[in-house]
Every structure is written in structure tokens, then in C-alpha cells.
């Protein structure tokens, strides 16, 4: 996976916040305060603005630009946590060229690490980090029984969405949900939500959907 898949990824997933803004702050408007779609396609439209002022010549380098910029420009809790994520893979990447499958595990591990550590969410208590423990093992276990960046990716996605399913039926213990309470039952939690959207984005990159979409 080089530098231009992973910018593919940012485009695509700048592209699946903006076509799902109002749907994602439709269920913040449920559960918290109806701005988390707002918040995420500010945050990646300042990331994808970014990425064409500075052109980073390495993946790691995509990823901890995008991480600033979502820090800087998202707002809400989602911005720090998903910036913080991004800084944190990217990281892990180094300078490499190229990042095998291998490493892309690691270093969305890495993310997930660095968004619990901020957020501190615990599995199950309804947020985005119940999207991605389940997307983060599911890439592993594609990845050890020798699976090529497609296939752990698209695995990685089908089990977001299980995951952000999950949220439905729990009530939220952290952020603003968390306010409600039990009143959140019956709804999915945003940052889950978008979760799935950012890692169906990556999917499609590694299949080469987003790339094929760019040039048509
Ligand atoms: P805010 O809650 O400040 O309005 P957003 O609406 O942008 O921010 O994001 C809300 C989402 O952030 C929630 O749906 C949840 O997934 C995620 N979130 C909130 N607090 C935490 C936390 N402590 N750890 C992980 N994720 C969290
Ligand atoms: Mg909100």
C-alpha cells in the first residue's frame, strides 16, 4: 500500500462523511448533540485540504497530516480521538514507502490504542471504539491466516458495521450520550457510525474502487 492508496482512502473517506453528514448528525441528534456529522466532514475536508497543500511523500506522513488536521479543525470529542488515532498509525509507519498488510494492522492497532488511551472507553460502552475492536481483530485474523490487504480490510468493515449494530441494544457510558443514559437504547452511536465509514473507505481504496471513482 503506498502513498497513493492511502491518500485514495482520505478521499474516499472524505467523500463517504460528506454524502453521510446529515445521517450522522441525525444520530447524534438522538443520542447527543447533532454535530457529529458536521464535525467530521469540517475535519476531513481541512484533512483532504491539507494533503493537497503539503503532498506528504510517505503513508505515515498522509496519516499524521490528516491526524492534525482533524485535531485542529473537527471539534467535538470526536476530533481529538479520531486525530488522535490517525497521529498514532501513522506513527508506527515510519518512513516506509510501502505498508504491507502486516503493518497496516499494526498500525491501526496503534490507532485504536491511542483512542483509548484519550477517551478511556471501555468495549461496550457505545462508542466508535466498539467499531473498531472488532475491525481490528477481524484484519488480524484475515491477516494471520495469510489475507491480502483487500480481504483484512473488507473484513475489517463488515466487522465495524457488526459492531456498530451492537451499539443499538447498549446504553452510553461515555461523552455526551452518556447523559442519557438508558434513553440511548435503540439507537446507534455516531462515532460508531462513522467509524464503519472511514473503514469501508479503506476497503475500497485497497481494492482500488476509490482510485477507479477518481479517474471516471
Ligand atoms: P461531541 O460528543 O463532543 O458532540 P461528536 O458528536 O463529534 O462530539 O462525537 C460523538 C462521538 O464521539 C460518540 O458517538 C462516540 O462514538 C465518540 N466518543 C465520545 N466520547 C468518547 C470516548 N471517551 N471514547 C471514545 N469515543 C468517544
Ligand atoms: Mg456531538
Known sequence: MDVSTFRAWITEATRLVVDNTDHLTHL??????????INLRRGFEAAQAMLDETSPATPGAVL???????????????????GTGFRQAGKTLGEDPDVSAIQLGTA??????????LGAAAEGDKTMVDALIPAVDAYRAVVDIGGDLPE???????AA????????????????????????IGHEDPGAASTVLILQALANATAGLAMERAAS
Do not use: F
Open 108 to 117: 491501526l492497532a496503534a490507532a485504536l490504542a491511542g483512542i483509548r488511551q
Open 152 to 158: 483484512a480490510t473488507r473484513a475489517a468493515a463488515d
Open 28 to 37: 447524534d441528534a438522538a443520542i447527543g448533540d447533532a454535530d457529529h456529522g
Open 64 to 82: 499524521t497530516t490528516v491526524g492534525r488536521a482533524l485535531i485542529s479543525k473537527t471539534g467535538g470529542a470526536s476530533g481529538p480521538l479520531y
Open 161 to 184: 458495521a457488526r459492531g456498530l449494530q451492537a451499539t443499538v441494544g447498549l446504553p452510553a457510558r461515555k461523552g455526551r450520550a452518556s447523559y442519557l443514559g438508558p434513553r440511548t
